[in-house]
């Protein structure tokens, strides 16, 4: 067997701020998401400078820089690689291993990285990592120049099973947790050496799954000088067959040194350093290790990541300005809304891994919501068959609440409803920030810009598909009116149809929402409603209404408007003097849910929001951009 290294976690003269790089294969949307307990886990225990390699697929790299722009991390950097042109090299491969094409790409890492990545740990992304990483990074220390992986044992038989077996020494190692020495790989012809063996052993019909893993083994056996042993508490496997108790009677006598870990450890994890979930069940296995261990990765999944804005910070980070100077009586008054104003929310797309419909003449609902909104919004999709792209503004505890109830109550069939998380801070809903989330994340030709709480009229959906799909809509707003019931009653009794919409208001028993005194909603209303196709019209409507604009054309909001006091008539007119034209859409209206009546929320009627709000808003008037659209508007 190999040299075991021994790993003392013991902080090393003057390394406070030397860099660490690791590499992490991310394909999909989900995984994205999936991976943050990962990336938690990291930063809560590391203090030094990191710098992530991901390699990514299409769809990763759709959510991943949003991600971490957002995140605004002190002393980590990160760089995305495209896998795409990399297939190649591995697609030959026979595999059947769950991880498909995205473990074998792995093996691409010494190609992929810069060659000034001399050194890279890699990392699955089904871990949690409960110490600190620092000391992996000693593993090569003094060691022969032909050294070049550094791998724990696998605590399962997989490699001593059948007649036929697969190359491996002993039980073999788990490349889920490697440290590899890029520059001694390079030296060595990394890529040569893989595929010359890989080619051999299939030639002698020797068959397993076909992963990396498989390859390095197999190498370790024909080169037994590249790989040295890490203890196994720096990769405890938590698979079907693994036996992570052996695990512990292996390592005894190993020092590993105290653990940092703070989160109510007892014996067993003040061992552990990283906790593998390397089954396809992961974290739903049934295992009294996996339910122990999954219980931290829950810790970690809610944890605040804003926090993580507080890391120890290195020479050529950008300080947070804590000066007090000039500051004014009026300047503290209104710091919570210039901060809000201020504030980078951190935000994940895509987090429950659907994608919108990309057609040109399609229609994405775009929408936005707090928590307690969603199951009004689960209900929102009974109505509406298209393509859904919604921002739910939450804390990381309250996402993780969320993903599992989409999953338990979520219709599976429906593919084309793209969540994503704006993650909660300060006191103020950004509400102009979560539209713009929701609109960029949209991959259809328009758009329709709703709130959650009006269920929309009998086939919404298709009947403003069939307008755009037949009309020219270069410059072109659709107007859908909004309207409002004068008495209580049940959802099933609102109208659906326009038929059934005049009768209510024939009746009094609807009412256009918003300013019902206004001269010409009259006369708006009269054309919408005695119109087959759509009317232009030459003024925004002064009630209550939503739009469909197309998507990349159309300007976007205003992020420096914060909370719910700013009227979205701002923002139509906005498109007016961007050269739009409003036409009302026959048909198409939308009716507010009786049983989410308006309540004011804290800044609208806070007179310390309104007064600041004010303040902002007259600096806002100095921006020639929006001069006009400011001019007698109050919020």
């Known amino acids: 067997m190999p040299p075991k290294v021994q790993l003392i976690l013991a902080e090393q003269e003057d390394s406070r701020c030397t860099e660490h790089h690791i590499v992490i294969v991310v394909g999909g949307h989900t995984t994205c998401y999936d991976a943050l ?99 992996m990074f000693i593993a090569f220390k003094g060691s022969n120049e032909s050294v070049m992986l550094a791998m724990a044992e696998n605590i399962s038989p997989g490699y001593t099973w059948g007649r036929n077996k697969w190359p491996a ?30 080619k051999g052993l ?42 992570p108790l052996g695990c512990e009677k292996r390592e005894r006598g190993v020092k590993l040194g105290n653990t940092s870990t703070p989160l109510g450890c007892e014996k067993r994890e003040r061992v552990v350093k990283i906790a593998h979930f390397n089954s ?54 209104c710091d919570d809304l210039a901060t809000a104003i201020k504030t980078v929310y951190r935000t994940q797309l895509y987090f429950n891994g659907f994608t919108p419909s990309s057609e040109s003449n399609d229609n994405t609902l775009v929408t936005h919501l707090s928590v307690d909104r969603l199951d009004r919004f689960l209900k929102l999709l009974d109505y509406w068959e298209g393509a859904v792209s919604a921002a739910i503004y939450c804390t990381d505890a309250e996402l993780a609440q969320i993903d599992k109830k989409i999953q338990s109550g979520f219709d599976q069939n429906r593919t084309n409803v793209a969540l994503h998380a704006v993650f909660k801070t300060g006191n103020y809903y950004p509400t102009n920030y979560l539209r713009n989330v929701a609109l960029n994340a949209s991959r259809t030709g328009f758009v329709y810009l709703a709130d959650v709480d009006y269920i929309p009229s009998e086939e919404l959906y298709e009947n403003l598909r069939t307008v755009v799909g037949s009309s020219n809509m270069t ?34 028993k609807i009412q256009l929402f918003g300013n019902n005194s206004a001269p010409d909603n009259q006369t708006i209303f009269d054309n919408w409603r005695d ?21 990349q054309s159309v300007p976007r909001y205003e992020e420096r408007l914060i909370g719910s006091g700013w009227s979205v008539d701002l923002y139509y007119s906005t498109l007016r003097d961007a050269g739009f ?55």
């Open 37 to 135: 307990p990962l990336f938690k886990s990291i930063l809560y225990h590391h203090r030094g400078p990191l710098v992530f390699h991901i390699i990514t697929d299409a769809e990763s790299r759709q959510v991943l820089p949003a991600m971490f722009d957002t995140w605004k991390l002190p002393s980590v950097r990160y760089a995305l690689y495209d896998m795409d042109p990399y297939r190649s090299r591995v697609d030959w491969v026979p595999n059947k291993h769950y991880s498909a094409i995205y473990g074998l790409i792995r093996l691409t890492i010494p190609d992929m990285l810069p060659v000034d990545v001399k050194e890279v740990l890699f990392l699955d992304t089904d871990l949690i990592v409960l110490d600190d990483i620092a000391p």
């Open 169 to 198: 020494r002993g039980r073999g190692f788990n490349a889920g947790v490697s440290l590899l020495h890029l520059e001694r790989m390079r030296r060595a012809n990394w890529t040569e050496m893989w595929t010359r063996e890989a």
């Open 202 to 243: 299939f030639r002698k019909r020797i068959v397993h799954k076909g992963n990396d893993q498989d390859i390095i083994n197999a190498l370790t056996v024909s080169h037994p000088e590249i790989a040295i042993q890490l203890p196994c508490a720096y990769n405890y496997q938590l698979g079907n067959t693994s036996t």
């Open 280 to 333: 396809p069940e992961k974290m739903r296995l049934k295992s009294k290790y996996v339910v122990h261990f999954a219980r931290f990765h829950d810790i970690y999944k809610a944890m605040d990541g804003y926090s993580f804005r507080q890391r120890e910070r290195c020479e050529g980070d950008s300080e947070p300005s804590t000066s007090l100077t000039d500051l004014t009586e009026e300047d503290y008054e």
């Open 475 to 508: 410059n072109k707003v659709l107007f859908v009116p909004a309207f409002e019931m004068t008495t209580s009653c049940d959802e099933n009794m609102i109208p659906r149809t326009r038929e059934e919409l005049l009768k209510e208001w024939n009746e009094g």
């Open 531 to 551: 119109s087959d196709a759509p009317r232009e019209i030459d003024r925004i409507p002064e009630f209550k209404s939503f739009v469909v604009v197309p998507t």
């Open 581 to 635: 034209r409003f036409e009302m859409t026959p048909g198409a209206f939308t009716v507010r849910d009786p049983k989410y009546s308006h309540t004011m929320t804290d800044d609208e009627v806070s007179n310390l929001y309104i007064k600041c709000s004010r303040i902002f808003q007259e600096e806002l008037k100095t921006d020639p951009k929006f001069e006009k659209d400011y001019n007698g508007m109050a919020v």
